[in-house]
């Protein structure tokens, strides 16, 4: 019985989020020789699709910061749905992404 417990102890740890690239990104985003808004896109979609597939979760402001790539791009309806994502994921959220998209469609208007 003491073996189980001490093997059970050393299991690998999972993590409650898939962080994938998504602190790299937004480091270089912040950065002045940051890749291009495209290439950061692609490399956050590459991570919210192994997520998926390992059937793990995004970690909070992932989807957020998608949607605030999207949007530099032009992008506006999958900026929406990014910021929508994030909402559902995180409802504590709500109040910031409500506010984004609100002044989104106002500066658009």
Same mark, same amino acid.
């Given at each position: 019985?003491?073996?189980?417990?001490?093997?059970?102890? =050393?299991a690998p740890n999972k993590g409650?989020?898939?962080?994938?690239?998504?602190?790299? !990104?937004?480091?270089?985003?912040?950065? %002045?020789?940051? &890749?291009?808004?495209?290439?950061?896109?692609?490399s956050l979609e590459k991570g919210v699709q192994?997520?998926?597939?390992?059937? =793990?979760?995004? &970690? &909070?402001?992932? %989807? =957020?910061?998608?949607?605030?790539?999207?949007?530099?791009?032009?992008?506006?309806?999958? =900026?929406?749905?990014?910021?929508?994502?994030? *909402? *559902? !994921?995180? &409802?504590?959220?709500?109040?910031?992404?409500?506010?984004?998209? @609100?002044?989104?469609? *106002? @500066?658009?208007?």
């Amino acid at each position: 019985m003491f073996v189980g417990l001490v093997s059970g102890c =050393a299991a690998p740890n999972k993590g409650l989020y898939s962080w994938n690239s998504y602190q790299t !990104e937004v480091y270089s985003y912040l950065k %002045s020789d940051a &890749p291009s808004v495209d290439e950061q896109i692609l490399s956050l979609e590459k991570g919210v699709q192994q997520t998926a597939a390992q059937g =793990a979760h995004l &970690p &909070p402001g992932y %989807s =957020a910061h998608l949607g605030l790539l999207y949007l530099n791009t032009g992008r506006t309806d999958q =900026a929406i749905a990014a910021w929508e994502q994030e *909402k *559902k !994921e995180f &409802p504590e959220s709500a109040q910031y992404i409500d506010y984004l998209i @609100n002044n989104m469609k *106002k @500066n658009r208007s």
